[in-house]
């Protein structure tokens, strides 16, 4: 066959949901293919299983159906169906209250503005997208608490003083317990006591049915509450209410995000894995890693409102395919990291190790065909700034490629609700067959949370470490401090820096000769 027979044996376009991929970058030859037509087969029929209501998450005994946020006729049963139907509608109502002013502050202001208080998978979607799709002509400007960091939350609300009364706080958490989220709400809690203002009568939870933060916005009287289910996991629950409450707030179009996500997982069942642009993707994965992980996947969408789009991937990828042991409890180590950021301004801080470094890379371009909402001028060689974002992306394709490394290439039409709906699903349906490829478990992060017990520990370090320090009222080094507690002392060294450095209570006695000899003590 000459060039252009093969190339375009590795162009896939959905007329219907004006989707293209190219894989010919990543060595996805008629002979691959064919090898491992049974392995696809039956990862594809074990997503179909998955998508039926079996059992997905065996550590915790748990359905995962994210895939039936936007196609509730799918779900297993009537009552989740229903449950789906009436958590879309309660949002849109809720939503339109909103907008109309019926739901406003507690002294009768409209709310303008909200807080989106969620860690991980309850910010980084609505956030990716809040980001993607945001116009001047936005109804609400949404605000995210997605960290436990001071001073960022500071930033927020000096950038809403003055309008607190106009300001909707949207507490997210499945567990109720998260502990960073509960951080956000108490400094959310006296942000609003600072102007005189009820947190209640400005609060929202999206939670689980019956958890800690369900039964204290029932008992406080916030404003609303939603359900979070225990079948969708945070990192795919951006088109649950976590995300579409905040975002249909935002005012972005939720009916067309969610139906670009439907039409996107059609293309995801089809059993010809050619015409199957997810499946495609993931067995483009496991050509490159060989089954095996430990390569990086970088992401490089040449449109600036796509820019966190690598950031939400991180966690969606990598916390879902970075697993110890498979479902056989073998080890495995499995996992594929994922960087990237935009094209192609951000592309000169890493391209040159792309092309001239280590084989561990395959590149996913991200192409926006529309330029801009109206006509753009000539800037020089009878070419705009979008001709030449686009010349850029291709040059460094080819840059890539001729170097000997694996690329493809997803194309969408516009920046559109629609086509962010499909980016997302294109990438989760990804995720799970090859999760099926591996044989691992995608939906558990066990990892995640042994970090958040290791912290609970150190806090009751940090805590009795403090009224050791007030009962003795004499300066104590960190390896005595550790000795009285029974705690390691380096973790007691690194506690008490940042203690002494923010609790009015406690000093600092620098050892300038050798820092670890450092004393602690109370004022």
């Known amino acids: 066959m000459d060039d252009w027979t093969i190339f375009g044996s590795t162009v896939l376009y959905s007329p219907r949901t004006k989707l293209l991929m190219e894989w010919g970058g990543m060595d996805l030859n008629d002979e691959y293919i064919f090898s491992m037509e049974k392995k696809m087969d039956k990862a594809l029929k074990g997503m ?21 946020l936007r196609a509730p006729g ?36 409209a709310f303008k503005y909200a807080l989106v208080g969620g860690i991980g998978g309850s910010s980084l979607g609505p956030l990716f997208v809040s980001k993607a ?20 939350m500071d930033a927020i609300f000096k950038a809403v003083d003055g309008h607190a009364d106009e300001t909707l706080t949207i507490i997210i958490s499945k567990s109720g317990g998260t502990i960073e989220t509960r951080n956000c709400q108490m400094e959310a809690k006296a942000f609003y006591a600072r102007h005189g203002l009820s947190f209640a009568k400005h609060a929202v939870t999206v939670t689980g049915e019956g958890s800690k933060l369900d039964r204290t916005a029932e ?5 609303a509450r939603f359900p979070m289910w225990d079948w969708v996991g945070g990192r795919t629950s951006v088109m649950s209410a976590v995300g579409l409450l905040p975002l249909a707030l935002q005012g972005i179009d939720i009916d067309s995000f969610l139906q670009g996500a439907a039409d996107c997982d059609e293309l995801g ?8 642009p997810a499946a495609m993707m993931a067995l483009a994965w496991y050509r490159v890693s060989g089954g095996k992980g430990g390569v990086t996947q970088v992401v490089l969408p040449y449109k600036d409102s796509l820019d966190l789009l690598a950031k939400y991937l991180q966690q969606l990828v990598m916390e879902s395919l970075g697993k110890e042991l498979d479902l056989d409890g073998v080890k495995v180590n499995q996992g594929l990291a994922v960087m990237g950021n935009k094209g192609t301004s951000d592309q000169h801080s890493y391209v040159q190790q792309l092309v001239g470094g280590p084989d561990n890379i395959f590149v996913i371009f991200v192409q926006v065909l529309k330029d801009r909402e109206g006509e753009s001028i000539c800037v020089g060689e009878d070419s705009t700034s979008g001709d030449y974002l ?3 992306m291709l040059g460094t394709k080819k840059n890539l490629e001729d170097h000997g490394k694996k690329t493809m290439t997803v194309t969408v039409p516009c920046v559109s609700a629609y086509n962010v709906g499909q980016l997302i699903a294109i990438w989760e349906r990804a995720v799970g067959i090859y999760a099926q490829l591996i044989n691992i478990n995608a939906y558990h992060q066990p990892a995640v949370e042994y970090g958040k017990k290791c912290a609970g520990v150190l806090i009751d370090v940090k805590n009795r470490a403090k009224a050791l320090l007030l009962e003795k009222k004499a300066p104590m080094t960190a390896p005595q401090i ?15 820096l940042h203690l002494t450095a923010n609790d009015p209570e406690l000093t600092v006695n620098m050892n300038d000769d050798d820092v670890t000899n450092s004393t602690f003590a109370a004022k």
Request: hydrophobic letters at 40%.
């Open 48 to 68: 179909a299983e998955l998508e039926g209501g079996a059992i997905a998450n065996p550590d915790e005994e748990r359905m995962v159906g994210h895939y039936w």
């Open 74 to 109: 799918k779900a297993p049963t009537k009552e989740l169906e229903d449950e789906i139907v009436s958590c879309l509608e309660r949002v849109k109502a809720f939503v339109a209250d909103v907008h109309s002013g019926r739901i406003c502050g507690e002294k009768g202001g």
């Open 133 to 152: 799709l945001g116009t001047p002509e936005d109804k609400m400007k949404l605000f995210f608490l997605d960290n436990t960091d001071p001073a960022g």
């Open 219 to 223: 008992a406080e009287g916030w404003i």
């Open 269 to 276: 069942r089809e059993p010809n894995i050619l015409e199957n």
């Open 390 to 392: 686009n010349a850029f």
């Open 482 to 496: 550790a000795e009285a507690l029974g705690a390691n002392p380096q973790d007691v060294f690194r506690l008490m």
